[in-house]
């Protein structure tokens, strides 16, 4: 029931948001505009979305084979579509992380495995954005200013999260370090045995992924086609308005966004996603259909995650109920 809460306080943020930009950029959504959209290029953004879930979970499999577990490509979808939905009910898309770590431990992988490939799923993410905006920033010149200052934030961020593992995991001197701390802290000397033994599947796991550079390659490479397929349904949005796509503002823009969504203020940043789109977009798309832009976008890149989510979340149900 909190589940159900969280997404209608999600969906609800984002709808009073987008309603007010309606009303802030005076776009009319009538029936001849919605009559003159090209509904192929709707359907392609919509395709863009399932092919960044597919993506990911691909992703997700190619991790966990790499330390020796397999998972078919059904599972690994399903967990991806299940974190998919608790994230769009969470602050900051925070709920999705734990839950693909239960998920991945449900299916038989050690716990500091699956932590470790949830972690190693945020370190490439950060490496793409970390690389990504700053050349995209320099090549188009826009918002420069905002996107700078939240590009450098996020990399200050991101060297302190790869230093504290680091300086936990360099060894297993230090892991048993922190364990003695952790037992020291939580009086609880099995916990801080067991924390220690999946410190130990983690560390392992990174000096697995890290001696092979070429699969590192692969999985970076996986992660800059999946966040593109993200990135691109904006400009697809546009093209079916007859509109430019401003495709390198628009990916620009995307970057600058995705990283400010992060701030956990709302069930799936809703209402900041909103408002940070609206106010870059202003600056490139006419503001007579950019309620209609971001409304398309938020119902194709949040709300379908809420919906597909939900249904596979209580897919057992669903067939047993039709059984």
């Excluded at 948001?17 to 953004?45: G, Y």
């Excluded at 495995?113 to 954005?129: G, P």
């Excluded at 996020?154 to 680091?166: H, R």
Aim: with cysteine; proline share 2%; charged share 15%.
């Amino acid at each position: 029931m909190s589940a159900l809460r969280s997404a209608l306080l999600g969906i609800l943020i984002s709808l009073i948001t987008t309603i007010l930009i309606f009303k802030i950029t005076e776009t009319s959504l009538t029936w001849e505009i919605i009559l003159r959209v090209n509904f192929t290029f709707i359907l392609l953004a919509i395709l863009c979305q399932a092919f960044f879930w597919f993506l990911w979970a691909f992703r997700l499999k190619k991790i966990s084979k790499h330390l020796q577990f397999e998972m078919s490509y059904t599972r690994a979808i399903e967990i991806t579509l299940n974190s998919m939905f608790l994230a769009a009910i969470t602050p900051s898309s925070a709920g999705g992380e734990p839950l693909r770590i239960k998920m991945l431990s449900d299916s038989g992988m050690a716990l500091g495995k699956s932590t470790f490939v949830v972690i190693t799923e945020r370190v490439l993410d950060s490496l793409f954005f970390i690389l990504a905006l700053p050349t995209f920033l320099i090549f188009t010149g826009f918002a420069s200013e905002l996107g700078s200052r939240v590009a450098i934030i996020f990399i200050i961020i991101f060297i302190f999260f790869i230093y504290f593992l680091y300086t936990i995991l360099r060894d297993e001197n230090s892991i048993q370090k922190f364990s003695k701390l952790a037992n020291k802290i939580l009086k609880k000397q099995k916990l801080a045995d067991r924390l220690e033994i999946e410190m130990k599947n983690f560390r392992e796991g990174s000096l697995k992924l890290l001696s092979d550079p070429l699969y590192l390659t692969m999985l970076f490479t996986i992660t800059a086609l999946m966040w593109s397929a993200c990135f691109v349904i904006p400009s697809l949005i546009l093209l079916s308005f007859n509109q430019d796509p401003c495709i390198l503002l628009s990916y620009t823009s995307q970057l600058i966004i995705i990283v400010i969504s992060l701030i956990p203020l709302t069930p799936g940043s809703s209402g900041v996603a909103e408002t940070s789109m609206a106010y870059l977009y202003s600056n490139f798309v006419d503001l007579s259909i950019l309620g209609s832009l971001v409304a398309l976008w938020r119902l194709i890149t949040y709300h379908l995650n809420i919906i597909f989510g939900a249904l596979s979340l209580n897919a057992r149900a669903i067939k047993k109920f039709f059984s």
